[in-house]
Nanobody, 123 residues
Framework: QVQLVESGGGSVQAGGSLKLSCAAS????????VTWFRQAPGKEREGVAC????????LYADAVKGRFTVSHDNDKNMVYLQMNSLTPEDTAMYYC????????????????WGQGTQVTVSS
């Protein structure tokens, strides 16, 4: 059974940075599209960054473009989300998801999900 595990969340002040990690067992992340989603209390889950199989293509939501970077570490079978210049609006539970055919912001298209890691940004 494929399991995705996120880590790296925490509490930071506005303007700070965090790097989230997504690990998978028995599943080659580099061979599948992986998307980072986030969900704040009372809001719908939204996609923020997607990396294609092999890492040749990356897609970012407008809200994070220029501040977040998604990447692979093929040797470690990990996908990362580097988040810089964080604002309180970035506060949410962050999830990695995989196994979609194409990069999409539609959560229903993803088969595998992690349990999430909390990011809290204070002003």
């Amino acid at each position: 059974q494929v399991q995705l595990v996120e880590s790296g969340g925490g509490s930071v002040q506005a303007g700070g940075s965090l790097k989230l990690s997504c690990a998978a067992s028995e599943y080659a992340l580099r061979r599948n599209r992986v998307t980072w989603f986030r969900q704040a209390p009372g809001k719908e889950r939204e996609g923020v960054a997607c990396i294609s199989a092999g890492g040749g293509s990356k897609l970012y939501a407008d809200a994070v473009k220029g501040r977040f970077t998604v990447s692979h570490d093929n040797d470690k079978n990990m996908v990362y989300l580097q988040m810089n210049s964080l604002t309180p609006e970035d506060t949410a539970m962050y999830y990695c998801a995989a196994d979609a055919v194409v990069c999409s912001w539609s959560p229903g298209l993803y088969k595998y999900w992690g349990q999430g890691t909390q990011v809290t940004v204070s002003s």
